[in-house]
C-alpha cells in the first residue's frame, strides 16, 4: 500500500478513477454498482479498483461473491498531509511577507 500522498493524487488524477473514487464516497459498493453508468467495462472498473487500493484509497472485502470497494481514511490522510506541508509552508510565508511590510512601513514613517 502507498502512504505518498503525491502517489494518490496520481491516481486520482485518472478521470474514470476519480469518478469512481467519488462514488465510492457515497457509500461502498461493488464492482457491477460501480460500473453501472460509466463509459468503461466492468473489468476496466476492476484495473481503475485495483490502482486505487495500491495507493491506499479504497479498501475491499468479500461479500458472498461479490468484493464491495469503500473509501480507506488512512489514503485520505495521505492526501491532507501532502498538501498541509504546502498549506504550512504558504501560511509562514504569507506572515513574514506581512511582517516585512509592517516593518517597511514603521522605517518610512519613521
Given at each position: 500500500?502507498?502512504?505518498?500522498?503525491?502517489?494518490?493524487?496520481?491516481?486520482?488524477?485518472?478521470?474514470?478513477?476519480?469518478?469512481?473514487?467519488?462514488?465510492?464516497?457515497?457509500?461502498?459498493?461493488?464492482?457491477?454498482?460501480?460500473?453501472?453508468?460509466?463509459?468503461?467495462?466492468?473489468?476496466?472498473?476492476?484495473?481503475?479498483?485495483?490502482?486505487?487500493?495500491?495507493?491506499?484509497?479504497?479498501?475491499?472485502?468479500?461479500?458472498?461473491?461479490?468484493?464491495?470497494?469503500?473509501?480507506?481514511?488512512?489514503?485520505?490522510?495521505?492526501?491532507?498531509?501532502?498538501?498541509?506541508q504546502f498549506w504550512t509552508g504558504a501560511l509562514l510565508?504569507?506572515?513574514?511577507?506581512?511582517?516585512?511590510?509592517?516593518?517597511?512601513?514603521?522605517?518610512?514613517?519613521?
Open positions: 500500500m502507498v502512504t505518498n500522498g503525491a502517489a494518490v493524487l496520481d491516481a486520482l488524477g485518472e478521470p474514470t478513477r476519480r469518478t469512481i473514487f467519488e462514488r465510492l464516497a457515497g457509500h461502498p459498493l461493488a464492482v457491477g454498482e460501480l460500473a453501472a453508468g460509466l463509459p468503461v467495462s466492468r473489468p476496466a472498473v476492476s484495473q481503475h479498483l485495483k490502482v486505487l487500493k495500491a495507493a491506499g484509497l479504497v479498501t475491499d472485502e468479500r461479500a458472498g461473491t461479490r468484493r464491495i470497494y469503500r473509501i480507506d481514511p488512512s489514503g485520505i490522510d495521505a492526501v491532507r498531509a501532502y498538501f498541509d510565508a504569507y506572515k513574514n511577507a506581512v511582517e516585512q511590510t509592517a516593518d517597511h512601513r514603521d522605517e518610512e514613517s519613521s
